[in-house]
């Protein structure tokens, strides 16, 4: 099984994790268009209120996860998504 993943905040992280439990040995292919690790976006104010650092901010590193998942940090996915009204 092959799935990718687009976008790897809160929903897409949530998504891969679940994904690995189910079908562990699935080939995953993980994007994001922000070229750094996930992050909590919870803690931007206090990020850019310097009140905590880049290390603290992070969800899951990468490093985390197995070899069948594949990194595109910092690029984009389709835009468009499956049920999605047009404009
Ligand atoms: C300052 C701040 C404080 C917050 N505090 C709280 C809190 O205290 N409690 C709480 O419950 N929630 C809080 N939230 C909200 C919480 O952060 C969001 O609900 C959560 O991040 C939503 O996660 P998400 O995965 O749905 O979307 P997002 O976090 O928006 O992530 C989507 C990701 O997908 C990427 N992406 C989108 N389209 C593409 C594409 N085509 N190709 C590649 N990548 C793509 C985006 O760049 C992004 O990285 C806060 C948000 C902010 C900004």
Redesign the pocket.
């Known amino acids: 099984m092959k799935i990718v993943i ?9 998504a891969l994790e679940t994904v690995l439990r189910v079908a562990p040995e699935a080939e995953i292919t993980a ?4 070229n750094r690790q996930p992050y ?6 206090q990020y850019l209120g310097r009140e905590v650092g880049q290390d603290f901010m992070a969800i899951r590193n990468t490093d985390h996860y197995p070899k069948n998942v594949t990194w595109l940090l910092g ?5 468009d998504r499956p049920g999605a009204k047009k404009p």
């Open positions: 687009i976008g790897l905040s809160a929903a897409g992280l949530s994007v994001s268009e922000e909590c976006r919870c803690l931007l104010t690029e984009t996915g389709p835009a």
